[in-house]
């Protein structure tokens, strides 16, 4: 849906009946919250996924495509974008033992509309169990003022494969990022220590769309984590396998237990890079081979 038709979730609109003026546009603030924990009911260790609400952002479902664990959790936000002035929150909490995926149904969509105001996000992430946040692309359309927050906190049983898929502007339709800015901070800490702290600030028409040093060019981009738990570490032989495999990635070890992976290329050959990535690295890090969620084949 798009932000103008905000009609039919708000009282937003003239007497005549049409959409008010993109000044007037109605701001929301959407807040889900997630714990994924054991059943204590289920002697076969299922994981149960509890949640709550405020605003239009909800889950659609909680499925088990690969048996009781994990569960699969699809997040929907019935507007179908982000306009100025929306403040977006999803706070997740896994807990030890359980395993969930998280993964959402289409792009989610950072609007022009009310481009006085900037829109925000927050990820928020508690991580002592296993999880998956695995959500479509971000599509960045011109004129949105955008501040994306993810954080994530790491246990000593906490393990995670998470992903972010970046699109500047809408190519295939002649629409670039000429205007407007998106600023993004991704945090991991592991056992209540800062190890990763990563910046992305980019304004309409950036030099860094185009420089060797930034995006050489590209308007999409993407990195993908990997975390595992105290137990285990990331050996030099795991990551030269995964060099070999996924070589598109630049890899790096930056903990013992966090390996992170960016990536270049086209909208459509990003999404499948990072899909064979995520298949690589889930029998290493959760022990799982990988069971796609169904919505990706549609």
Known sequence: ???GDRRHWSNDSDPSGHPAAESALASWTARLALDFNLDPQQPNLKTRLNHQHLGPLRIQKALYPEGVSPCHAIIVHPPGGIAGGDRLEV???SQPGSH???TTPSAAKWYGANASLEASQLIDIDLHGAFEWLPQETIVFNRARVRSDIDIRVGEHGAMLGWDHLIFGRHASGESFAEGHFRQSLKIQIDEQLIWHDRLALVGDDALFASPIGLRGHYTCATLWAILPASQT???ATVQTL???SKHFAWTILH????????LAEPRELKFLLQDAWAH???VVLGLLAVAPRL???
Not at 256 to 263: A, D, K, S
Request: avoid cysteine; glycine fraction near 6%.
């Open 100 to 102: 969930g995926l998280v």
């Open 1 to 3: 849906m798009h932000p």
């Open 256 to 263: 013992p237990r966090l390996l992170v992976g960016r990536v």
């Open 281 to 283: 690295l889930r029998p």
């Open 243 to 245: 060099r070999e495999q």
């Open 296 to 298: 990706w084949a549609t």
């Open 234 to 236: 990331f050996s030099e």
């Open 91 to 93: 706070l997740i909490n």
